[in-house]
């Protein structure tokens, strides 16, 4: 059956005495309101929560309703809108109940399982993730119900009644059953109907007002569930059953016997001294623990308080009803009272255990020896709580209702990852990523067990750090943090909901900058998903955990090995070694790293203390980077499901590989080829940019780009006139005329030529080349992601996958080339015109050849048309070039003919001139021929032949 809600109010009044709650019972009229009998139910409430009260730590709890004559169960999940625990001192927060409820009706065997109502389902799962529920608490209610009617009212007809419902009033016998002792507290309920709030509160003060009733109602700032917590939370003390639970655990003779009277036990009839202590300390053995019970003392927290405690200090109020003290359970591990005492290395455990223990009745003396702290210490926690309460913690400890994850599939339903899969579709360098999770999981021996962390923790930890550099950019702050929507969408094998958040909040909070308590608070505030403080806790300390391994693996250190020593002092504590390893080439760099030892912000500092040693390798051991020409080819294979990012990284470092293995030839001038070759690697880096500009990073696509025009600027001269000398050798070659015919051209095109390289020659050795050039490789190398997020701060997702926008871009980058249509079909046709076609032909045949591991033969077929396409327009080009730079060089040697005076330089310079000047016909002719074969081919290259290509293309491409 499908669930109700509501916002429920109400306001709570404990009855006094019996006579009091006879008088309410019997109850008919409080001034001009009268009150009329509706019912006499018989309840019995069960709460169901986890066995550390997970639930009601979030302010949450889901109770089973049974009333005596009915075949069904009424569930019922209340979320409170304003805490009564939140402000102890506002007496009108404290008196009304403001609560949202979700109810849902199912039959009287029901089981959580049964619960089939979306909301109430889908909060318990947003809450709980897998965890299963079990009865906590059992209450049998005797209510008495009644109608308050509206101020006024006259009639009783039936119409009149409902008509006039102003609230209901309840009278409640409530009983809770605790070591088969009955405990039993009366209540007075009253809760708004029809009416209004301030209509209720009129009502209410005139029902206080009633000689009957004044002084004899107090507010109830807590709920029924509420005061049954309190009372199972004392129940020991209530029943006078103190049972030091350390001394019945670790079978400790009780000190002393009995309790003297003020409640505190003596250590062998010795008495404390004014400070509260034992006259020795210690008690007659150092190593004996002193137990002190402070019932003065106890008792200070609230109920939701103590559960949240209970979820930063890992204890189960459920296991040992007998376990008074639980001091054993705050850490989940066994406690040594040796020589090394109680420890606990994370400081929110800690805090959290002694509070615990305090208000369950420890003196500060016998927390600090438990605990292996100063008294003053202890002191210090009570009064910062005091102070703030649970402020004093930087977790959330409510349910953010606009939490848009709602909806979860069952486990067995869709695709569910490994860390490493994501590793490889998110494009991180799996070196990185695995070294990273390396130095994570030796430091996780040293940190881990010490927090209470457990070998499940250890593997989400892996993730977290093979997973540290998902989605994000390079450079520009965008304040957009993919990476938690990532963790969320993409379930990692064998984590549970929890868990999964919990990586989730692990993103979050590493982009916290220097971290506080208020600043970690507000980011898991505001998430959109949540989590209980157990996990919240958890995530704090393995992010301290990341964060710490990850500055070591930056560095270029590598966690070796971790240790415990014993202090050299008696009284010394221990001290946690961790020992890193850094190459004595980077020791340079290491020097930043003593800072670790005593880490003054971040994560590691919120959540713990520690030591760091390093280590330089043997010189030995040093790595030695290959260099450009040892360096072997990158195979770096284009997926249909790489994002666009990561595939232009893989174009970038192809192209990088082959400007690097033409770079010295370049240099060296052994071969006019090299210069070809480098120029093509770059321009295809720019192409590259060009296509893939709405993917990438602008502040760095703009530096890159910039630098790579100035690489092609410095070596655009010296190409232009190896293709000079090129095309002239074949021409010559072709027509059968001796190279002596072109003497005077070729001096001078040699000279020109030598400058040209030189310039080129102090670009490529330039500090500005080669710092770009090493910031490149930086950057490709270290596999830093260059995309833009593709999650936008409204959550829009944009397309970023190969396989979801190649289409479009193939369409667009067609679509650019057929636009010249109508500027090739007038008589005349702009020169440059043709060459910005050539340009637009050139993208459109990288795109195809970039993605054609992802494609099939059409997109081969259509690449070697577009090529002989290409050619023609690129013969077509130097041609044109060829003329304008020929006339020059015509203009150039004739001026040389002016001022000389030997007869046979001059008779060099006419025979070169008038070659030269057929040369220069033959390339106009050449142009002419070029473009009636261009007009044949590109004739047929219209919107329909492209769609129809494309189409086929995409039809075969490995989508």
């Known amino acids: 059956m499908s669930g109700t809600h509501k916002l429920e109010i109400e306001y709570k009044f404990g009855i006094e005495n019996s006579g009091t709650f006879e008088f309410l019972s019997r109850l008919e009229q409080a001034g001009e309101y009268k009150i009329r009998d509706k019912s006499h139910p018989l309840f019995t409430d069960i709460f169901y929560d986890t066995p550390d009260f997970l639930l009601y730590a979030l302010g949450f709890y889901l109770r089973k309703r049974l009333e005596d004559g009915r075949d069904e169960a009424v569930w019922t999940l209340k979320k409170a809108e304003a805490s009564a625990d939140e402000d102890e001192n506002n007496d009108e927060a404290n008196e009304a109940h403001k609560r949202y409820e979700i109810i849902q009706i199912l039959p009287l065997d029901s089981t959580c399982a049964d619960i089939s109502d979306p909301d109430l389902k889908n909060t318990l799962t947003a809450v709980l993730g897998e965890t299963e529920l079990i009865p906590v608490l059992t209450l049998e209610q005797d209510r008495i119900f009644k109608t308050v009617l509206q101020k006024g009212s006259g009639e009783d007809s039936e119409t009149d009644f409902s008509k006039n419902r102003l609230g209901d009033l309840s009278v409640d016998s409530v009983s809770l059953t605790l070591s088969e002792q009955k405990h039993t507290f009366t209540e007075l309920e009253i809760e708004l ?101 402070d019932s003065a003392g106890s008792g200070f927290l609230l109920p939701r308080e103590k559960a949240s405690l209970m979820q930063i200090a890992g204890k189960d109020y459920t296991s040992d009803s007998t376990d008074y003290f639980s001091g054993t359970a705050f850490t989940g591990r066994d406690v040594n009272f040796g020589e090394t005492g109680f420890r606990n290395e994370d400081l929110f455990t800690k805090n959290a255990s002694v509070l615990l223990a305090l208000d369950s009745g420890m003196s500060f003396g016998f927390a ?45 339903d869709g695709k569910v990852w490994t860390a490493e899969e994501l590793v490889s579709y998110y494009g991180l360098d799996a070196g990185q990523a695995f070294g990273n999770a390396e130095n994570a999981d030796r430091f996780f021996d040293f940190a881990g067990p010490a927090n209470g962390l457990t070998e499940k923790d250890r593997s989400l930890l892996k993730a977290a750090a093979l ?25 990692i094998k064998d984590l549970t909901l929890n868990e999964i958040k919990m990586l989730a909040l692990i993103f979050d909070l590493r982009e916290i900058k220097n971290p506080a308590a208020d600043k970690i608070r507000k980011t898991i505030r505001k998430s959109g998903f949540f989590l209980p403080p157990a996990f919240q806790k958890k995530a704090a300390v393995l992010t301290a955990i990341l964060e710490t391994a990850a500055s070591i693996s930056d560095a270029g250190g590598k966690v070796e090995k971790t240790e415990t020593t014993k202090g050299e002092s008696e009284g010394e504590t221990e001290k946690r070694i961790v020992k890193i390893s850094y190459r004595s080439f980077e020791t340079e760099e290491t020097k930043k790293e003593i800072r670790l030892k005593n880490p003054e912000k971040g994560f590691a500092k919120e959540a713990f203390d520690f030591m760091i040693a390093y280590e330089k390798s043997p010189a030995g051991d040093e790595t030695k980077k290959p260099d450009a020409e040892s360096a072997m080819k990158p195979d770096l294979k284009i997926n249909a499901s790489d994002m666009m990012a990561v595939a232009a990284e893989k174009i970038f470092i192809n192209q990088i590989y082959e400007s690097d293995k033409a770079e010295p030839g370049v240099i060296s001038a052994r071969d006019i080829e090299d210069v070809h070759d480098m120029r093509v690697a770059l321009r295809k880096i720019r192409s590259a940019i060009i296509i893939f500009k709405d993917y990438l990073d602008p502040e760095w696509l703009a530096e890159t780009e910039s630098e790579i025009k100035k690489t092609l600027s410095g070596l655009g001269e010296l190409r232009d006139l190896d293709v000079i000398l090129e095309k002239t050798d074949s021409w010559l070659k072709a027509e ?44 490709l190398d270290g596999n830093v992601y260059l995309g833009m997020p593709h999650i936008n701060k409204k959550g829009d997702v944009a397309p970023t996958r190969i396989c979801d926008v190649l289409p479009s871009i193939l369409y667009q980058k067609a679509a650019d080339v057929t636009a010249y249509h109508e500027w090739m079909d007038g008589p005349y046709i702009y020169v440059d015109k043709l060459h910005r076609l050539r340009i637009a032909a050139k993208n459109f045949r990288y795109t195809l050849d970039f993605f054609k591991d992802c494609l099939g033969d059409a997109a081969g077929q259509l690449i070697k048309e577009f090529k002989e396409l290409q050619d023609i327009l690129g013969d077509f080009h130097d041609a044109v070039v060829a003329v304008e730079v020929i006339g020059d060089y015509i203009e150039k040697i004739r001026k040389e003919a002016d001022v000389i005076k030997e007869d046979g330089r001059l008779r060099q310079i006419e025979t070169t001139l008038e070659t030269l000047s057929d040369y220069k016909n033959y390339r106009k002719e050449e142009m002419e021929t070029l473009l009636s074969v261009f007009h044949t081919k590109w004739e047929k290259m219209n919107r329909r032949f492209f769609n129809e290509r494309i189409t086929k293309i995409i039809a075969e491409a490995d989508f």
């Open 467 to 491: 997973l540290s550099g998902i989605g994000k950019g390079i450079s520009v702050e965008r304040n957009i943090k993919p990476a938690a929507d990532v963790i969320l969408t993409h379930p």
């Open 736 to 779: 059968k005329i001796e190279k002596e015919k072109l003497s005077v051209f070729y001096e001078t095109v040699a000279a020109d030529r030598n400058k040209a390289h030189a310039i080129a020659v102090d670009y490529l050795g330039s500090e500005d080349y080669l710092s770009f050039k090493a910031e490149l490789k930086k950057t």
């Open 193 to 293: 109907a029809d009416g209004t709030e301030n209509d209720l509160k009129e009502f209410i003060e005139t029902l206080k007002s009633l000689p009957e009733l004044q002084n004899n109602l107090t507010v109830n700032r807590f709920s029924k569930f509420e005061r049954g917590l309190i009372l199972y939370f004392n129940r020991d003390k209530i029943e006078g059953k103190v049972v030091p639970g350390f001394e019945k655990r670790l079978s400790l003779p009780n000190p002393g016997g009995e309790e003297n009277e003020n409640g505190r036990e003596n250590e062998n009839g010795k008495e404390k001294t004014d400070s509260g202590e034992y006259e020795n300390g210690k008690g007659n053995d150092e190593n004996k623990i002193v137990f002190e019970y």
């Open 368 to 412: 600090a020896q438990v605990f292996q702290t100063e008294v003053k210490e202890a002191a210090e926690i009570r009064s910062s709580f005091e102070k703030g309460r649970l402020e004093m913690f930087p977790f959330v400890f409510e349910m953010n209702t606009d939490s848009p994850y709602y909806y979860q599939k069952p486990a067995d």
